[in-house]
Nanobody
Framework: VQLQASGGGLVQAGGSLRLSCAASGLTFSSYGMGWFRQAPGKEREFVAACSRAGISTYYTGSVKGRFTISRDNAKNTVYLQMNSLKPEDTAVYYC?????????????????WGQGTQVTVSS
């Protein structure tokens, strides 16, 4: 199983980025997908989750209204559209796949993880 995250970069506050996570080696449509992030010196935190069919989504409060998670099961890819970025959004962003949960918010609920992509928001 491989999850390949991409799309990170350096952006000014108020800008946008779109992260992608391409999955292989698993039946993608059978997994709930999530995005987490980890800033230096902090624990990994939940950002957003998407159900298997992409119908239901869930967000942590600090990104609600700014970030949108979506998936394309035909392309085995999950996305995180990030708008109105803030310096506090700076972190390494990880995608993850959960076999037994659809909108899980805890890291231990996820079976597979991507390698992470750096997002840096300057003020």
């Amino acid at each position: 199983v491989q999850l390949q995250a991409s799309g990170g970069g350096l952006v000014q506050a108020g800008g946008s980025l779109r992260l992608s996570c391409a999955a292989s080696g698993l039946t993608f449509s059978s997994y709930g997908m999530g995005w987490f992030r980890q800033a230096p010196g902090k624990e990994r935190e939940f950002v957003a989750a998407c159900s298997r069919a992409g119908i239901s989504t869930y967000y942590t409060g600090s990104v609600k209204g700014r970030f949108t998670i979506s998936r394309d099961n035909a392309k085995n890819t999950v996305y995180l559209q990030m708008n109105s970025l803030k310096p506090e959004d700076t972190a390494v962003y990880y995608c993850a796949a959960a076999k037994n949960y659809e909108l899980a918010t805890t890291p231990r609920s996820y079976n597979y993880w991507g390698q992470g992509t750096q997002v840096t928001v300057s003020s």
